[in-house]
Nanobody, 124 residues
Framework: QVQLVESGGGLVQAGASLRLSCAAS????????MAWFRQAPGKERQFVAT????????DYADSVKGRFTISRDNARNTVYLQMNRLEPEDTAVYYC?????????????????WGQGTQVTVSS
């Protein structure tokens, strides 16, 4: 059974940092793109960042560019999201996703596997 399990969320003050992790099990995703999405209350799920199969190519939403960094460790079947200079607008449930292909874009339909999410709350 394929599982993506996110961890590392929490409640922090504006300006703080958090590092999210997503551990995959049930199969290897070393040849698949991975991504982070987020969903705030009352809003649609939103793309945050994606990394290709090797980690050599990344892309970010404009709202997090320069503050967030996505990375992966294929030996550990894990993807990370380093979030710096957090803002109250970053408050959301953060989801890890795995694509069927080595690279993928911003659209959630490109991703076949999803985690259950981890809550990130940033207070002002």
């Amino acid at each position: 059974q394929v599982q993506l399990v996110e961890s590392g969320g929490g409640l922090v003050q504006a300006g703080a940092s958090l590092r999210l992790s997503c551990a995959a099990s049930g199969r290897t995703f070393s040849t698949n793109a991975m991504a982070w999405f987020r969903q705030a209350p009352g809003k649609e799920r939103q793309f945050v960042a994606t990394v290709n199969w090797s980690g050599g190519s990344t892309d970010y939403a404009d709202s997090v560019k320069g503050r967030f960094t996505i990375s992966r460790d294929n030996a550990r079947n894990t993807v990370y999201l380093q979030m710096n200079r957090l803002e109250p607008e970053d408050t959301a449930v953060y989801y890890c996703a795995a694509a069927r292909y080595p690279s993928a874009g911003h659209y959630s339909a490109s991703y076949a596997y999803w985690g259950q999410g981890t809550q990130v709350t940033v207070s002002s």
